[in-house]
């Protein structure tokens, strides 16, 4: 079956950086448009980023100038540099998956993809 398996999260001072990974296995990489998700306590999971299967890239305006997503087929992963990062980024980063079109990233649409990565945690201390 589809397995997705986030890395590289941790503890990081506000100003710094971070790279996130996201190895899927299980189904054809390519055919996929895959995003970055985040979700902070108490707060309904957010949309981050998606690459779609040709590589066209969408920020949610929080993040636009800070994070690069990229994806490598070859390599069926995705990836997420993050920079001058602040309390705010804090949070459980996932990966997601959704065959062919991108779903997007407004409010509430993490309901329509399909395929999820475990998280990995994000702390931005001050």
């Known amino acids: 079956g589809v397995q997705l398996m986030n890395s590289g999260g941790g503890s990081v001072q506000a100003g710094g950086s971070l790279k996130l990974s996201c190895t899927a296995s299980g189904y054809p990489f390519g055919n996929y448009c895959m995003a970055w998700f985040r979700q902070a306590p108490g707060k309904e999971r957010a949309g981050v980023a998606t690459?779609?299967?040709?590589?066209?890239?969408t920020y949610a305006d929080s993040v636009k100038g800070r994070v690069t997503a990229s994806r490598n087929n070859a390599k069926n992963t995705l990836y997420l540099q993050m920079g001058s990062l602040s309390s705010e980024d804090s949070g459980n980063y996932f990966c997601?998956?959704?065959?062919?079109?991108?779903?997007?990233?407004?409010?509430?649409?993490?309901?329509?993809?399909?395929?999820w990565g475990q998280g990995t945690q994000v702390t931005v201390s001050s």
């Open positions: 997601a998956a959704q065959l062919w079109a991108c779903p997007g990233l407004y409010d509430g649409s993490w309901t329509k993809w399909r395929y």
């Open positions: 690459v779609d299967r040709i590589g066209t890239i």
